[in-house]
């Protein structure tokens, strides 16, 4: 049985002086200054025990709901409502609310509010039922019987786990149940909204410690499931219910500035409505100017921000229009005609927020300095931005493509097209299954409440909240294969792991091979999205002692190069090709590379012997040069190394010289890395299958965890050479390769 229910042998307990929160009058919306009066519910109580009194008749009780139906369907059938209402009727007879009234009026509540916000009729169905498998006798399959399974599968996602049977788990695990509901049906928590609505209402009947609890709740999981679906009617009147109950002296004194306020003999706001009418009017765009009140928790934000107010901060002016281009027509007039304030301008209808919102911002200035802020928006629009998901209806396939009574029984539903910050809260509570751990990581996923979108070089996109870094972006991407991230470029620029991605962000993640790859404990620092930190965390204590350490300020993996690794597999003469000292890399003249097996370089000095520089390796087809050094040596360079304009800086003559027909080569190239386990092994494995024979290798010290590798490879054919750098490149880690470009001595 909920909370709200008491036995109907038990006499309901007298109601104690009402809270703030049952007292708290909603601030009044422009949009509904004519919507009718809220419905006394021990009237509606009274009228409810009546129950039908003709078969086929709509109950009286019902009517309030009917008419607000109407006015969004006015082609609705009612004949489901009607089922539903006296099924409702009927099972809760006999049960009290702890605030006296009889219990029906909870469901009759919650379904007038989805009414008035436009659900349509298998929604409204599903409300009536919503607390009749948890509070009575009735099952699931009599609702399926009935209604069909549209509506058994809607009941269910709200039906509370009992506590009997999951004990203090049973709430963290029943919103588990609702939103593994809503990924398939995001109406489930559009009931689960309204019923928290109508709960928070009412909540003056419980013991304060209890009204505090429900409270924080709804502040820290509720509101901004409401703000994510868009919900906006809904959000900010639970937001002022729990401002009243949470913080009662600051709700207090809002309400005194708000009161305050209306009592003023002159309205800025309605000055500069009539102001806006008459330009808009003379531009000849039909559109309607309201007075958008700001609600408490509003008022208190800019009072915090702004410290005194003034009588523009305790609304917004609302311009409704048709048509989207009226939207920009207005903005140029108002613009053309009044002060605007640039900075305060957003366009929501060319990129509209994740939560379905779509408007234009903007604001203006009157001469006594005050600003104006304006919402433009078509009506459909509002209608959006106010109800979010419950006004797009059924999003679904229709009741008759409604899945069998197979499909039925294990309570799958096809998964439509969702929200991605729910398709990413259903990834991550498969992986939490403790309940502490879901009910904490839930509260901390829901705080952030802005979205970005960064694309991946595929074309592809990747919805994160706003602050995720390449960390979380990789364990989005890639779930837990994300341990073997070894770094990433953003925007084509290499970045670390622990940079923080903005909108729009192009993002390419680098991806090691090694299956025993380890995710560093650095990452957790790095982490926003619960995707990452459960996966970083569930390996983490499952190998005790692992994860590799990362660099405290960059956080990019800092796994040491390995000191040694074969350089030709299975080679017997691989010692030759000792690993040499970074400190030993070669000069532009003295360290010469050994000579090359076969050399085809033709001269203008007959006699001389010729090497090749190891500073730039020329290979055919390079343009080069010659220089003659000690020993009657000539030492062939590239013509764009940096040694030759040393050379000839000190005076010394240039040697013709060109390719013969050589085929076989030496050349260094030079390869930049992320550092990981196996690099160099890898690394040496992708030039032996190329064929070419590694004659010495550098690896310098990790510098910010990158890794330079300069290897003198011996090619039998230059030819092969682009073939041989894009092989390296492949390398998983390795984001360049080069050919070498020592610096000349003094430069």
Known sequence: MSAEATNPATPGPVAPTASPAATAPAVPRADRRKSRPRIDLRRLGRAALLGPAVRGKLPDAISHVVEAHRAHHPDADLDPLRRAYVLAESSHRGQMRKSGEPYITHP??????????GAETTTLTASLLHDTVEDTDVTLDQVREQFGEEVRYLVDGVTKLEKVDYGAAAEPETFRKMLVATGSDVRVMSIKLADRLHNMRTLGVMRPEKQARIAKVTRDVLIPLAERLGVQALKTEMEDLVFAILHPEEYEHTRELIAKNAARPDDPLAEVADEMRGVLREAGIPAEVLIRPRHFVSVHRVARKRGQLRGTDFGRLLVLVNEDADCYAVLGELHTCMTPVVSEFKDFIAVPKFNLYQSLHTAVARPDGQVVEVLIRTHLMHKVAEAGVVALGNPYAPASDAPTSDDAADGERADPTRPGWLSRLLDWQQAAPDPDTFWSTLREDLAQDREITVFRPDGGTLGLPEGATCVDAAYAQYGEDAHACIG???????????????????????????????????????AHTPAARIAIQRWLATHPGGGTDTDETTGTRAEPAEDAAPLRRGDPAQSAAALRPADAAPGVEGALAPRPRRTDVLMDRPGASVRLAGCCTPVPPDEITGFAVRGGVVTVHRVECAAVAHMKGRGRAEIGVRWGDTTECRVTLVAESFGRPHLLADLTEAISSAGVDIVSATVEPPTQQRVRHTYTLQLPDAARLPSLMRAMRDVPGVYDVSRAQHQAPGA
């Open 108 to 117: 009759l509540a919650v379904t007038l509010i989805l009414a008035e916000l």
């Open 488 to 526: 990433a470029r953003v925007n084509g620029r290499l970045a670390t792991l622990s940079t923080v991605l903005r909108d729009g962000d192009t993002v390419q993640l680098l991806m090691g091979q090694d299956p025993a790859s380890e995710p560093s404990r650095e990452w957790l620092e790095h």
